[in-house]
């Protein structure tokens, strides 16, 4: 297609599993359809605190049906998803700051990087059930992603700069913007007009937008190199 | 094919629009899937009070969203959604009790109209943003749907009856054991195991469940048609 592509924002936290499926998905179409994706980093218990929403696993009969949601659409979409044993414990009391500091100095430093540590960050605490709280964690994510030790330890002291703090509570605040009370957050640029989609499974939606063609979660293409 | 069709269940409330979609979405796909759909008129408000949770449109930023996610889903899905005017009261001071009491009358003495009359009643609440509470509101859309004045009249004398009332109570249990949190929720009865999900947007991934082809939310044979 000679058309210019459309630009499409995707906000999202690794501590979210809707996010990690959106990410795959988008990931895959990346090249199929006339999109410029571009990722963001955002801080999830921001746009909770500034929403008012509340996650929904803190309701039994919510928290219950997760679980089950979550291992089938894992299947479905191919995504080798696991809930962690310990999940308040590491949804609610050890989040994803650091992790997210990290993500957003990758984008910022290294973009080229980006989608390889977050998916590495993803397969540790919502495929093995690793930590992604601590420095050596963040650092064997971004190792296996393909970085040298060196280059993801520079990273690692930048999250503490002012510069990379702000750059996630900005990505944060534009979320909010666009009206988010959870992530993931897909927002479409088309003609003028901007759409802001929630969660994973508005992409057959999304497809509808751009006028592109949907093939289901896993398109041909990217199947045969499964 | 031979093989004996797979039982689904769609529990559904006219007060909720997210299972307008559904249930056109399974109306369309019931001759064309190897299945049986029951079709289970239930109380949403029940599903609200036995599991704790509440309506998303009482946070703001989810009633913003809500009421641009259902224009766009209607437009992609082919259903001619619009908002009530006063959805607050539409939704949380008018409520569903009646219709869905008629409904269940409609499904115990002629089950053969439950499907047109529920649509009547979706036209009305959620396309013309007409009552759905009072008896000639309700009396209205069924005779729409096809129905004889007098067969109309007669079924609304039943609902305020004990078996009314109980069959609806019990339908609404039946979906709270499932493990339902809202509407609308669909059981799959698949060779001895039972798939409960939430919500219009996981029929691609009971496609899958059933070993069947999802086709979009219109399937080219009803594109045909509509």
């Known amino acids: 297609m000679g ?37 963001r980093p955002t801080l999830i218990a921001g746009i909770m605190k500034d929403s008012g929403n509340k996650p929904p696993a803190l309701l039994p009969r919510k928290a219950q049906y997760l679980r089950n949601d ?22 609610l009391e ?11 100095a990758v984008n910022m430093e290294h973009p080229e990087m980006l989608e390889k540590v977050s998916r590495e960050l993803w397969m540790r605490v919502w495929s093995r059930d690793e930590d992604i709280s601590e420095p050596q964690s963040i650092l064997a994510a971004a190792e296996k992603a393909g ?31 666009y009206g ?11 003609d003028g007009q901007t759409h802001m989609l929630f969660g994973s499974d508005r992409m057959e939606l999304l ?16 199947n045969a190199k499964l």
Chains 1, 2 share one sequence.
């Open 3 to 39: 058309a210019v592509p459309r630009t499409l924002e995707l906000f999202y936290d690794v501590l979210s599993p809707y996010s990690w499926l959106g990410f795959e998905v988008l990931c895959r179409y990346k090249n199929i359809w006339n999109i410029n994706l571009q990722l």
């Open 70 to 91: 979550i291992r089938l659409l894992g299947q479905h979409v191919q995504v080798p998803m696991q809930f962690p044993k310990d999940f308040f414990s590491v949804i």
């Open 94 to 104: 050890k989040g994803s700051l650091s992790a997210m500091r990290f993500l957003t």
């Open 147 to 177: 970085m040298s030790t060196e280059q993801a330890q520079g990273l690692l002291e930048e999250i503490s700069t002012p510069k990379v703090k702000n750059k996630l509570k900005e990505t944060t605040e534009a979320a909010c913007k």
């Open 180 to 190: 988010a009370f959870g992530l993931p957050v897909t927002v479409a640029h088309l």
């Open 207 to 222: 497809a509808h937008l751009l006028g592109e063609k949907w093939m289901g979660p896993v398109p041909p293409a990217i």
